[in-house]
């Protein structure tokens, strides 16, 4: 008996896998339309460009968006000026302007300067941010006719540098950080320093894991009344000095959570804190090399006689 051979069509493809790719290309489209909404229109060739699969196939794996996304993804600002004064709100780099996207009020129009003109009745500025961004120093330093900002957006992880990054904000009253992503910074120094108006600062979201230097972080931070720095991870730290200088507002402060192994410098760190009458260092640790030049300058002997009982092995003579 002669048996009748099925002939198979190469060609021919399952239901089963013709549902699988087109799954995966709506999936693959869904996450670039995603990308190329967050994006403006002369970003997307660069886009395409940052991945090869995406130049041969315009395909995307959920991992590689996600490490794109924390990366590159736009950061979001909205900024709140003092009513009736003018002036910079914000410093830009020379070198990344085209990476700053400024908005007045509700407008679509992009305003191409950085600073309020005299008599400008402005309500709200928005400001996007696009990659290749990596560090915010100075950013928003001697901003005076600032009321408050606001970090809107903020999933990026590769800003490395805060330094001076509120410097000099002299009007600023309210800062909002809760969404704020400091996963990689390693230079916090003069942060917020001289940020004089401002009453209440919200560090519950702060990863300081990776931070080097706090020096003069919250110096002549003089309205603080409270501060709270219970979740910072000081292990990498080596300058502390005048960290908390001239907070003349302060009456307590616990730094029982901070490791002082690494510190080289703790010059001036509590200098002028004149109210200033509870302070934790139960867990302070310091070198015969650590300077600790004028730590106490001002504060009162009652303060001083207490960390003498807390910490022996520290000259503050």
């Known amino acids: 008996m002669n048996s009748r051979k099925t002939k198979t069509n190469p060609r021919k493809t399952s239901k089963k896998t013709k549902s699988k790719n087109n799954f995966d290309n709506l999936k693959s489209n869904f996450i670039l339309k995603k990308i190329f909404d967050l994006m403006k229109e002369n970003k997307k060739l660069k886009i395409i460009n940052y991945n090869k699969t995406l130049q041969k196939r315009l395909n995307l794996t959920l991992n590689t968006y996600k490490e794109y996304y924390q990366n590159h993804s736009p950061i979001e600002i909205e900024l709140k000026p003092v009513k009736d004064t003018y002036g910079l709100f914000i410093s830009i780099p020379e070198e990344n302007e085209e990476y700053y996207h400024i908005y007045f009020d509700d407008s679509k129009k992009e305003i191409k300067r950085n600073s309020l003109e005299k008599n400008e009745k402005v309500k709200k500025i928005k400001i996007i941010i696009d990659y290749p961004v990596e560090s915010f120093e100075s950013l928003f330093a001697y901003s005076k006719c600032i009321n408050s900002i606001f970090f809107k957006k903020f999933t990026r992880n590769n800003i490395t540098n805060m330094s001076n990054m509120f410097y000099k904000c002299s009007a600023l009253k309210e800062l909002n950080l809760s969404n704020y992503?400091?996963?990689?910074?390693?230079?916090?120094?003069?942060?917020?320093?001289?940020?004089?108006?401002?009453?209440?600062?919200?560090?519950?979201?702060?990863?300081?894991?990776?931070?080097?230097?706090?020096?003069?972080m919250f110096s002549g931070c003089n309205s603080l009344k409270e501060l709270n720095v219970s979740n910072f991870n000081t292990n990498n730290v080596t300058d502390m000095s005048n960290m908390f200088g001239c907070c003349r507002g302060l009456t307590k402060l616990n730094l029982s959570n901070f490791n002082t192994d690494n510190v080289i410098s703790m010059k001036y760190m509590f200098s002028l804190c004149f109210e200033l009458n509870e302070l934790n260092l139960s867990n302070f640790k310091t070198k015969k090399e650590t300077n600790v030049e004028g730590i106490f300058l001002g504060c009162s002997n009652e303060l001083i006689d207490k960390i003498k009982k807390q910490i022996k092995n520290i000259n503050i003579e």
């Open 181 to 216: 992503n400091t996963n990689n910074v390693i230079d916090m120094s003069s942060m917020f320093s001289e940020c004089s108006l401002l009453i209440k600062l919200n560090l519950s979201s702060f990863n300081t894991h990776k931070v080097t230097n706090m020096c003069g």
